[in-house]
């Protein structure tokens, strides 16, 4: 699935699964620590998490369910979901916040040079101010 150009400037991912006709939704946003799993449209778990990997537990028609995110690769926003049923792994999902490192590199050196060009603007006002 492709991420939508808000999902990359806010770092959110979304993961889609299908399972016994039921179609289960996780959504996890790097900068707020929001993680939400769905079934069927419908919230089944959510909570906050900052850290580098969480587990979330649920029940649907008498399965047991377990969603875990595990960020793999810190630099690159590298975020692994992973839903198990029954204690079996169902299926492995991973999604990066950067297509390729190509886009990453050309959008770090655009937001470096950026904030540059801002620091000195700033600087330079701050100067005139002050005196």
């Known amino acids: 699935m492709k991420q939508s150009l808000t999902e990359k400037l806010y ?4 993961f889609e699964f299908e399972h016994n ?3 289960i939704t996780a959504n996890a946003s ?3 620590g929001k993680e939400e799993i769905l079934v ?3 919230s089944v778990s959510k909570k906050r998490n900052l850290g580098l990997s969480s587990r979330h537990q649920f029940q649907v028609d008498g399965t047991s369910y377990e969603l875990r995110f595990n960020v793999t690769g810190f630099l690159f926003c590298r ?3 992973t839903l ?3 204690g079996k792994v169902i299926k492995t999902e991973t999604r990066s916040a950067f297509d390729n490192k190509k886009v990453f590199v050309r959008n770090l050196i655009l937001f470096f040079l950026a904030g540059m060009a801002f620091g000195y603007l700033a600087a ?3 100067l005139k101010v002050m005196g």
């Open 11 to 14: 770092l959110a991912y979304r």
């Open 21 to 23: 006709g039921h179609t």
């Open 30 to 32: 790097s900068l707020t």
């Open 40 to 42: 069927d449209g419908v």
């Open 79 to 81: 975020v692994e979901c």
């Open 84 to 86: 198990m049923a029954d």
């Open 124 to 126: 330079t006002i701050a």
